[in-house]
C-alpha cells in the first residue's frame, strides 16, 4: 500500500491521523533514534521528518538512522530541494499555494521532479497555505511570500477549492513551527465544509484540546513539531493521539 493509501486509511477507521514532526538538526544521532522509538510506540501514525533550512552536520547520516528505526510511514516535509534524501517512503510534495512566488509554486518543484523519481520515492502532491500566526515564521520569511490572514476564511476556501481542483492529494494549513497562534478550528471548519481532500493542520498546536477541537472542525491530520522537544513534554504524544483518534 502507498503512504497515500495508508493515510486514507487512517482517515477512514480512526477518523483523523496524528503526524510527529522530527527536526533532524535538534537531535544529534543518538538522541533522534530514542526520540523516534518513542513515537513508533505513541500511537502516531506517521513521521514527518525536515526542516527550513538542515544546516547540522550529517543529515543524510541522521536520515539513515530515522529510516532504520522508524516502523511508522516516513514522509519527508521539505524545506527545501536539497534535502531530498531516499531514507523516506514518501515526501509531501509542497507548493506554496497561498504565496505568489514562482520558486515555491513551481520552480523548485520542476528541480525536484527528476531527483524524486531516481531517488524512487513517493510524491504526494501537498497544497500547502501559511496561515497568519501572530509573528513572522521561518517558513514565511524562507517562501517569501505573505501568509492568508488568520480571520479571513474566505481567502484560505478560495484556496483550498483550487488545490481540489487542481488535483492535490492535501491541504496543508500552516501556522508555521513555533507559531504564536494555531489555525484556528473556524477556518479548517469553513475549508473542510467545501473540499473533501483531507486537511493537515500544523504550526503552534500545544495542547491535545487544541488538536481535538481542530479535529472535530474537520482536519485530517494534526501534526505537532516544537512541542515535543522539551522532554518533559514527551508524554504528550499519547495523549495528542488519543484526543486525534475517533474525536
Ligand atoms: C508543522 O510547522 C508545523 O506544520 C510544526 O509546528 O513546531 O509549532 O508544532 P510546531
Request: charged content about 20%; glycine content about 8%; cysteine-free.
Amino acid at each position: 500500500m502507498s503512504v497515500y493509501e495508508q493515510m486514507l486509511a487512517t482517515r477512514s477507521s480512526k477518523g483523523a491521523g496524528y503526524l510527529v514532526l522530527v527536526d533532524p538538526d535538534r537531535w544529534d544521532l543518538d538522541e533522534v533514534e530514542v526520540f523516534i522509538k518513542k513515537i513508533n510506540d505513541s500511537g502516531a501514525d506517521g513521521i514527518m521528518v525536515g526542516s527550513s533550512l538542515i544546516l547540522g552536520e550529517g543529515a543524510q547520516r541522521k536520515m539513515k538512522r530515522i529510516q532504520a528505526t522508524a516502523t511508522l510511514p516516513l514522509i519527508l516535509f521539505p524545506g527545501n530541494v536539497n534535502q531530498l534524501t531516499p531514507y523516506v517512503d514518501a515526501v509531501f510534495y509542497l507548493s506554496v499555494i497561498s504565496g505568489r512566488n514562482p520558486q515555491f509554486l513551481i520552480g523548485d518543484q520542476v528541480q525536484a521532479a527528476p531527483v524524486v523519481r531516481e531517488l524512487g520515492i513517493e510524491p504526494m502532491a501537498t497544497a500547502y497555505m501559511l496561515i497568519e500566526s501572530g509573528r513572522v515564521t521561518t517558513a514565511e520569511f524562507v517562501s517569501g511570500s505573505m501568509p492568508i490572514p488568520r480571520d479571513k476564511d474566505e481567502i484560505a476556501v478560495a484556496h483550498a477549492l483550487a488545490a481540489d481542483y487542481l488535483g492535490f492529494k492535501f491541504i496543508y494549513l500552516e501556522a508555521g513551527s513555533g507559531a504564536q497562534y494555531s489555525v484556528t478550528p473556524q477556518m479548517v471548519k469553513a475549508v473542510t465544509s467545501y473540499t473533501d481532500v483531507p486537511v493537515i493542520v500544523g504550526g503552534g498546536i500545544h495542547t491535545p484540546e487544541v488538536a481535538k477541537a481542530l479535529v472535530q472542525a474537520g482536519a485530517s491530520f494534526v501534526v505537532t513539531g516544537n512541542v515535543l522537544e522539551d522532554p518533559e513534554n514527551s508524554h504528550l504524544m499519547e495523549a495528542f493521539a488519543k484526543a486525534i483518534h475517533n474525536s
